[in-house]
């Protein structure tokens, strides 16, 4: 069976490769994959946080979908297929017997290709949601970091009225020229009343959608321009509260100028089709605590899918983690000062030991204040949201700047974390969300800010544990609220410090060095 053939390969290969990054579960990862291809079923994998950092376990897979006698479509992003291309396939077709031929593209190439193809997630969701016959249904797929798959298909589902497109509307009506520039001149003043916040958009509210509702109605929709056509498609739904979109606009004040956005709330019933058309080997890293992965299997419309979670290395991946238990909740006005001087000690602490720290603040204002007195202090050693830092820098940064560059960024020996990253009923789109699942009688908390908390730490911890350094954690949310305990087990392999000095970072580098 292929499952045996696999494994005997690979293990072959793994014990020929010196220094080959070690990871304990290749074989079984590589078996599972296997066994997926050979019985066409569904499987999603979550190899965990570290692992999925670093991407050792992209080897098991691709020497199953290299083995596998027929075809296999790959959906990784373009970094991702470059490291597959350049390093992981030649190496392993040295030692594999295979000689499949590999294309990348957007779309299949022919009827009759045996071969493997990796597609970007961009291309391979838009013929999927179009159901365009680019990619032939039952092919296996195995799509690769899906801890942003929600984020990619609800990207690709957004509709957008740019302001060109205003242009547009007024050359295909001629005649209601006019009509349209009225409209979007009073579009304009009402968005524009909304006061500013640091996420630069808003909820559209019931007077702009009544006047966009009167804007289709004077026009005959044979004519709608595309954009305009799906935006309107999306719009209708409106009346609909089960699966009501979002709606939201983003505004540039200093060009006067504003776009208009849609996208669904509700993903399971959009993409439940696509995973009946092939067998899919979904791979993430730490999607959630529970090896069943229910809630993301449940907002992705996942149901019959084989699961497996690969347990942490407990002794080569714990980190030290700092709670202080005294500090005011984030809510507090006593919380910014307190935070400060914290952060402030835990850099004084750690200033003579080598290696960079990065201090993450999800709070737009407060990330720009704690900045400009950290650099007032420590000078061209802080920077925010750059890549280019001193050896022991400090990088203050938001969780979104961290998560895109933290793999060319090298592991900080500090990670202070001044907040949970739950997001915030403060963003619009954070706030409409929560709306639909309140209409629902949903438990929003539950459902959706805690999930996503608890994987962006996750996530953002996965550095430090490659040198088992310190993670300071100034919420005190996590010791005084009932959910803290989840938190803090999510957070595990780790050791709790319960006092913080200087030798506690010097022993850091001490074990790197040895």
Same mark, same amino acid.
């Given at each position: 069976?292929?499952?045996?053939?696999?494994?005997?390969?690979?293990?072959?290969?793994?014990?020929?490769?010196?220094?080959?990054?070690?990871?304990?579960?290749?074989?079984?990862?590589?078996?599972?994959?296997?066994?997926?291809?050979?019985?066409?079923?569904?499987?999603?994998?979550?190899?965990?946080?570290?692992?999925?950092?670093?991407?050792?376990?992209?080897?098991?897979?691709?020497?199953?979908?290299?083995?596998?006698?027929?075809?296999?479509?790959?959906?990784?992003?373009?970094?991702?297929?470059?490291?597959?291309?350049?390093?992981?396939?030649?190496?392993?077709?040295?030692?594999?017997?295979?000689?499949?031929?590999?294309?990348?593209?957007?779309?299949?190439?022919?009827?009759?290709?045996?071969?493997?193809?990796?597609?970007?997630?961009?291309?391979?969701?838009?013929?999927?949601?179009?159901?365009?016959?680019?990619?032939?249904?039952?092919?296996?797929?195995?799509?690769?970091?899906?801890?942003?798959?929600?984020?990619?298909?609800?990207?690709?589902?957004?509709?957008?009225?740019?302001?060109?497109?205003?242009?547009?509307?007024?050359?295909?009506?001629?005649?209601?020229?006019?009509?349209?520039?009225?409209?979007?001149?009073?579009?304009? *003043? !009402? @968005?524009?009343?909304?006061?500013?916040?640091?996420?630069?958009?808003? #909820? %559209?509210? /019931?007077?702009?959608?009544?006047?966009?509702?009167?804007?289709?109605?004077?026009?005959?929709?044979?004519?709608?321009?595309?954009?305009?056509?799906?935006?309107?498609?999306?719009?209708?739904?409106?009346?609909?509260?089960?699966?009501?979109?979002?709606?939201?606009?983003?505004?540039?004040?200093?060009?006067?100028?504003?776009?208009?956005?849609?996208?669904?709330?509700?993903?399971?019933?959009?993409?439940?089709?696509?995973?009946?058309?092939?067998?899919?080997?979904?791979?993430?890293?730490?999607?959630?605590?529970?090896?069943?992965?229910?809630?993301?299997?449940?907002?992705?419309?996942?149901?019959?899918?084989?699961?497996?979670?690969?347990?942490?290395?407990?002794?080569?991946?714990?980190?030290?983690?700092?709670?202080? *238990? !005294? @500090?005011?909740?984030?809510?507090?006005?006593?919380?910014?000062?307190? #935070? %400060?001087? /914290?952060?402030?000690?835990?850099?004084?602490?750690?200033?003579?030991?080598?290696?960079?720290?990065?201090?993450?603040?999800?709070?737009?204002?407060?990330?720009?204040?704690?900045?400009?007195?950290?650099?007032?202090?420590?000078?061209?050693?802080?920077?925010?949201?750059?890549?280019?830092?001193?050896?022991?820098?400090?990088?203050?940064?938001?969780?979104?700047?961290?998560?895109?560059?933290?793999?060319?960024?090298?592991?900080?020996?500090?990670?202070?974390?001044?907040?949970?990253?739950?997001?915030?009923?403060?963003?619009?789109?954070?706030?409409?969300?929560?709306?639909?699942?309140?209409?629902?009688?949903?438990?929003?908390?539950?459902?959706?800010?805690?999930?996503?908390?608890?994987?962006?730490?996750?996530?953002?911890?996965?550095?430090?544990?490659?040198?088992?350094?310190?993670?300071?954690?100034?919420?005190?949310?996590?010791?005084?609220?009932?959910?803290?305990?989840?938190?803090?087990?999510?957070?595990?392999?780790?050791?709790?410090?319960?006092?913080?000095?200087?030798?506690?970072?010097?022993?850091?580098?001490?074990?790197?060095?040895?």
């Amino acid at each position: 069976m292929i499952e045996a053939e696999v494994h005997l390969s690979l293990h072959n290969f793994l014990r020929s490769q010196d220094g080959f990054p070690s990871w304990p579960h290749h074989l079984t990862m590589a078996r599972l994959v296997a066994r997926a291809l050979r019985l066409g079923r569904s499987a999603l994998i979550q190899v965990g946080a570290v692992c999925g950092h670093q991407g050792r376990y992209r080897t098991s897979f691709i020497a199953s979908a290299l083995m596998w006698h027929g075809s296999v479509i790959i959906v990784t992003t373009e970094t991702v297929q470059q490291r597959l291309l350049k390093v992981e396939i030649p190496r392993l077709q040295q030692w594999l017997p295979a000689n499949k031929p590999i294309r990348t593209g957007d779309a299949w190439p022919s009827p009759d290709f045996q071969g493997l193809l990796l597609t970007s997630p961009q291309a391979w969701l838009k013929a999927q949601l179009a159901n365009n016959n680019q990619f032939p249904a039952n092919i296996p797929t195995i799509i690769d970091g899906v801890d942003d798959l929600e984020d990619w298909v609800r990207s690709e589902l957004t509709q957008s009225i740019e302001p060109h497109d205003w242009d547009q509307l007024m050359l295909a009506y001629p005649y209601q020229a006019e009509t349209i520039r009225e409209v979007r001149v009073e579009l304009t *003043y !009402k @968005l524009f009343q909304h006061p500013e916040n640091p996420y630069h958009c808003y #909820l %559209i509210s /019931q007077p702009e959608i009544e006047i966009l509702q009167d804007l289709y109605l004077a026009l005959d929709k044979n004519y709608l321009p595309d954009a305009w056509r799906d935006f309107w498609q999306q719009f209708q739904q409106l009346e609909n509260s089960s699966c009501s979109p979002l709606f939201w606009s983003t505004i540039a004040r200093r060009q006067g100028l504003f776009s208009l956005h849609s996208a669904p709330i509700e993903l399971s019933k959009i993409l439940a089709p696509i995973w009946q058309r092939q067998p899919v080997v979904l791979i993430g890293s730490a999607l959630e605590p529970e090896t069943e992965a229910s809630l993301f299997r449940q907002r992705l419309g996942l149901e019959d899918v084989t699961c497996l979670k690969f347990a942490p290395d407990n002794q080569g991946e714990a980190i030290q983690l700092y709670v202080p *238990y !005294k @500090l005011p909740l984030p809510n507090t006005p006593e919380f910014e000062p307190a #935070l %400060i001087h /914290q952060v402030r000690t835990l850099v004084c602490l750690s200033a003579t030991a080598p290696g960079m720290t990065v201090i993450l603040v999800g709070d737009v204002p407060l990330k720009g204040k704690v900045g400009a007195i950290l650099a007032s202090e420590f000078g061209s050693r802080v920077q925010v949201e750059k890549t280019c830092l001193d050896e022991n820098g400090i990088l203050i940064s938001g969780w979104e700047f961290w998560r895109s560059h933290q793999g060319v960024l090298p592991a900080p020996r500090l990670l202070i974390i001044a907040t949970l990253p739950l997001p915030s009923l403060e963003n619009p789109l954070v706030a409409g969300r929560v709306a639909h699942y309140k209409r629902s009688h949903q438990d929003w908390f539950r459902l959706y800010l805690l999930p996503t908390a608890m994987n962006e730490l996750q996530r953002a911890i996965a550095p430090v544990r490659e040198t088992q350094g310190i993670v300071a954690l100034l919420d005190s949310r996590v010791v005084n609220r009932s959910y803290g305990s989840q938190i803090l087990s999510s957070l595990s392999p780790l050791a709790r410090l319960n006092y913080l000095d200087p030798s506690l970072f010097s022993s850091v580098h001490e074990d790197d060095s040895a």
